[in-house]
């Protein structure tokens, strides 16, 4: 019986594996076919998932359904490798049938565009292959990731600095104000539990991201203890809400927290995008005087996922002393450098990647002038959107846009007649999600849809690309009658 070891080019026995000169092609040649593949891969990439992906003539997506999309990937992993031409088609159809974010008529979530500076540090950061928990192995990002959270401790206008990380996505972060909220207020919960505290409640907005709940069911409150209950230590405000993009007055919060001595928390991972504008900063007056800050450099800011960042005023090492574990294997204190750049254990993770550079390589290529104007367009857009709809029959916004979330409905031709009224509210309530098929099944476009309290379903449009017109914004009106006029 021969034993085998795959290489890239397919088998390899161990006798040849023993005697490389007897059998198998050498490092060198594995290499040169590893770069072959790479270039082939990078050229479909930018031919189909960045040149093709961005043109506005193309579609925003191939739908098919999930037991289509089976019949037409071979998804089957199997024990011996397949052909590099099956390999490279494998791309090819993966970035045929995903939704193509970049698009300029993609306004389906809180991220869209393709920035190409953040697309590049993204390939730097997967060829490193790195990891962020000690400066000896993540030198570079290491630092870049310390001054860019300077520099945005700096727009939310804490002077004297602060702490903070990256970690995967707004959701973590909030989490981890409530975690550190909480060490704060009793220490001896990180190593007694439940039992070194009384009852504890969250309190947040109805408005408020769902990951709050969800971090008070990880950690142990329980999600009825968000809103309602016995001894509040925690108050989260937010900045730029998912749906409406309404931003709570955290001027007239944090004078609450501060004669309670309670923590503030900011989730401003929608609207935190705002700092960068002298224009529209006022969205968050008064956030240099709250405890910490979740940002999501991913959305308006246009970063690749996931580039998130919470951010600490406190400066006593207090996300060091929540968090770590003293993992001796990793931590040592008797290093030859500065063991104070070894930010590991300020995570709950181990392994962290280091997505700071994807927006500080951003950054230092446009500068934060440009930033600016990106922001401030957006915005300009949205009330651009907002004109229109209320010029155009069958439009209806749901609420005055506040940021660059723009909400409404679509009456078609044949509700516009019915008075207000409980039945007119729920034939509408059909209109959107009827639409929205249409639409993903053309692959014309891509907006989202919801319903808000007894509201019923609206479109949800989010301007954020650059690469975002006028033209793009009459088209989507122009599309949505066309799609819906019959309903």
């Known amino acids: 019986m021969n034993l085998y070891v795959i290489n890239f080019k397919g088998q390899t026995t161990v006798e040849e594996l023993m005697n490389p000169e007897k059998g198998s092609?050498?490092?060198?040649?594995?290499?040169?076919?590893?770069?072959?593949?790479?270039?082939?891969?990078?050229?479909?990439?930018?031919?189909?998932a960045v040149k093709k992906a961005t043109n506005v003539k193309e579609k925003v997506c191939e739908w098919r359904s999930p037991e289509q999309l089976k019949e037409l990937l071979?998804?089957?992993?199997?024990?011996?490798?397949?052909?590099?031409?099956?390999?490279?088609?494998?791309?090819?159809?993966?970035?045929?049938?995903s939704v193509k974010t970049g698009h300029p008529r993609f306004f389906n979530q809180l991220f869209a565009g393709m920035e190409p500076h953040s697309m590049v540090a993204s390939f730097i950061t997967e060829a490193i292959k790195t990891s962020l928990y000690t400066y000896e192995m993540a030198p570079v990002f290491t630092l870049i990731e310390d001054a860019l959270l300077k520099t945005m401790m700096k727009l939310i206008g804490w002077e004297e600095g602060g702490d903070g990380l990256f970690n995967p996505g707004?959701?973590?972060?909030?989490?981890?104000?409530?975690?550190?909220?909480?060490?704060?207020?009793?220490?001896?919960?990180?190593?007694?539990?439940?039992?070194?505290?009384?009852?504890?409640?969250?309190?947040?907005?109805?408005?408020?991201?769902?990951?709050?709940?969800?971090?008070?069911?990880?950690?142990?409150?329980?999600?009825?203890?968000?809103?309602?209950?016995?001894?509040?230590?925690?108050?989260?405000?937010?900045?730029?809400?998912?749906?409406?993009?309404?931003?709570?007055?955290?001027?007239?919060?944090?004078?609450?927290?501060?004669?309670?001595?309670?923590?503030?928390?900011?989730?401003?991972?929608?609207?935190?995008?705002?700092?960068?504008?002298?224009?529209?900063?006022?969205?968050?007056?008064?956030?240099?005087?709250?405890?910490?800050?979740?940002?999501?450099?991913?959305?308006?800011?246009?970063?690749?996922?996931?580039?998130?960042?919470?951010?600490?005023?406190?400066?006593?090492?207090?996300?060091q002393r929540c968090h770590c574990a003293g993992a001796s294997y990793l931590f040592q204190q008797d290093k030859f450098y500065d063991v104070s750049y070894d930010t590991g254990d300020k995570s709950v993770q181990c392994s962290r990647k280091p997505d700071a550079f994807k927006f500080w390589l951003v950054w230092k290529a446009v500068g934060t002038r440009e930033l600016e104007y990106r922001v401030d367009r957006a915005l300009a857009l949205a009330r651009y959107l907002a004109q229109e709809i209320k010029k155009r029959e069958g439009f209806r916004l749901v609420i005055?846009?506040?940021?660059?979330?723009?909400?409404?409905?679509?009456?078609?031709?044949?509700?516009?007649?019915?008075?207000?009224?409980?039945?007119?509210?729920?034939?509408?309530?059909?209109?959107?999600?009827?639409?929205?098929?249409?639409?993903?099944?053309?692959?014309?476009?891509?907006?989202?849809?919801?319903?808000?309290?007894?509201?019923?379903?609206?479109?949800?449009?989010?301007?954020?690309?650059?690469?975002?017109?006028?033209?793009?914004l009459d088209f989507v009106l122009d599309e949505i009658h066309s799609l819906g006029k019959d309903l």
Request: hydrophobic letters at 40%; one cysteine or more.
């Open 25 to 48: 092609p050498g490092a060198a040649e594995d290499m040169e076919a590893a770069e072959s593949f790479i270039q082939q891969a990078m050229e479909i990439i930018l031919q189909e």
């Open 74 to 97: 071979d998804l089957e992993l199997k024990d011996t490798g397949e052909s590099e031409s099956k390999i490279l088609q494998c791309c090819r159809d993966t970035i045929r049938y």
């Open 170 to 319: 707004g959701s973590m972060s909030n989490m981890y104000a409530v975690n550190l909220a909480r060490y704060r207020y009793c220490p001896d919960f990180k190593e007694i539990g439940i039992y070194a505290s009384p009852r504890l409640v969250m309190l947040t907005s109805q408005e408020g991201h769902y990951s709050l709940a969800k971090a008070a069911a990880l950690l142990g409150f329980g999600t009825k203890n968000v809103y309602v209950g016995a001894v509040p230590f925690f108050v989260n405000a937010t900045a730029g809400t998912t749906v409406l993009g309404a931003f709570d007055p955290i001027d007239e919060i944090a004078d609450i927290c501060e004669k309670h001595n309670l923590w503030l928390h900011v989730d401003a991972c929608w609207g935190g995008g705002a700092l960068v504008s002298k224009k529209h900063r006022h969205l968050l007056k008064g956030i240099q005087r709250v405890n910490s800050v979740a940002w999501n450099l991913h959305k308006m800011l246009m970063a690749t996922l996931q580039c998130s960042a919470f951010l600490v005023r406190d400066k006593s090492c207090l996300l």
């Open 400 to 472: 005055e846009p506040e940021f660059a979330n723009v909400c409404f409905w679509y009456i078609p031709p044949s509700l516009r007649n019915l008075p207000e009224s409980p039945e007119l509210w729920k034939k509408l309530h059909t209109v959107a999600p009827a639409v929205k098929e249409r639409m993903m099944k053309s692959g014309s476009m891509m907006i989202g849809y919801q319903k808000h309290g007894v509201k019923p379903n609206f479109f949800r449009m989010v301007v954020i690309s650059p690469q975002v017109s006028r033209q793009d």
